[in-house]
């Protein structure tokens, strides 16, 4: 039987966790009689899509990309329309894509669906030529990226507080939106483009997405009000944020969006600063990615961080609501005295 030949590409400072026990792990899981392997580090941004493409010259059957979402990017970007098939060890602060792709966040079981090697083929977008896997996105997601990149920390707590701090603050703007249907403008606090369900930590953005179906989920997020984030929250992570009156969907396979001003954009998270014009498109089956035998994409998983923070804003909704309440009692209150004076 000829092996397979593997190359592991580990970036060292990805996500929160200490990496050292990952080749030994390794060494111990992955099916020596099926795959001849090796262990390349990453030193440097950009050094894991250039050992990737050398790679692919070298007809390498699989790269695993060993990290978070920018890591993953920087592999799948060089294997896009090759026989290399990516692999994928979740181990960021997000991880988009594996999650959508129900892999195990365990690194143990994560390296046994390496062994099983079920290899499907799944589309992926391309934002003004820069390839994406999970999601695209201009305005506010844009901009928290770049936030969450300025900071110089990881983990959901970090994009947390950047978005209760900065949310408020921040202005929507207008877009002009052209798909084959037409132009339409909209005032919007966010656009995204999914090609798959969520950004990351189980925040769905576009629950119903699909990387199968040769289109992207279009998101805009209207303007909303403090009295609407809670919600929005809530929806966000419950999968449930099309039913949201903040909300349009469409879907498309190809859209061009103009702005006013230039600014940011993000592809998996990643920001980059562009122009007033933007072009996205899905590219059909175009990337080889090992999945998980035991389930199928988009299985719902449990959600902590839906748990964790649900009450917290079920504690506001109560707050919001009591205020409601208040003013409307104040306003009777204002009505009846006001009829007792002109009388």
């Not at 483009?193 to 969520?198: G, P």
């Amino acid at each position: 039987m000829t092996k397979r030949t593997l190359t592991f590409i580990l970036n060292p400072i990805s996500g929160t966790h200490s990496k050292s026990d990952i080749p030994n792990l390794i060494d111990g899981i992955i099916d020596k009689e099926r795959f001849d392997w090796l262990i390349r580090t990453t030193e440097y941004a950009g050094h894991a899509a250039e050992i990737a493409r050398e790679c692919v010259k070298q007809h390498t059957d699989i790269v695993v990309a060993i990290g978070g979402d920018g890591t993953v990017n920087e592999v799948a970007r060089s294997l896009v329309h090759t026989n290399t098939a990516l692999g994928i060890i979740p181990c960021g602060s997000g991880n988009g894509l594996a999650r959508h792709l129900c892999l195990p966040m365990d690194v143990s079981k994560a390296l046994q669906t390496i062994n099983h090697c079920k290899i499907e083929a799944f589309d992926y977008g391309v934002i003004n030529g820069l390839p994406f896997f999970c999601t695209c996105g201009m305005g506010f997601d844009a901009f928290i990226s770049l936030k969450f990149a300025e900071s110089g920390k990881r983990g959901p707590v970090t994009y947390v507080e950047n978005v209760l701090k900065e949310g408020l603050k921040y202005k929507p703007e207008t877009y002009e939106v052209e798909d084959e249907t037409g132009s339409k403008r909209y005032k919007a606090f966010l656009i995204a483009c999914a090609n798959a369900s969520q950004y990351g930590n189980n925040a769905y953005i576009a629950p119903h997405a699909t990387m199968k179906d040769g289109l992207m989920d279009v998101v805009i997020l209207e303007p909303f009000t403090a009295f609407d984030a809670p919600q929005i929250s809530i929806d966000l992570f419950s999968k449930t944020l099309e039913n949201n009156s903040k909300i349009k969907t469409f879907k498309s396979k190809r859209i061009h969006i103009h702005r006013k001003e230039p600014g940011a954009i993000h592809f998996d998270g990643d920001p980059i600063m562009t122009g007033t014009d933007i072009d996205v498109n899905i590219e059909s089956m175009g990337i080889n990615i090992i999945t998980n035998p035991n389930v199928i994409e988009d299985t719902t998983e449990p959600n902590p961080l839906l748990n964790a923070f649900s009450d917290f804003f079920n504690n506001i909704n109560n707050v919001r609501e009591d205020i409601v309440y208040q003013r409307r009692r104040i306003q009777v209150i204002n009505k009846v005295l006001l009829r007792k004076l002109t009388r």
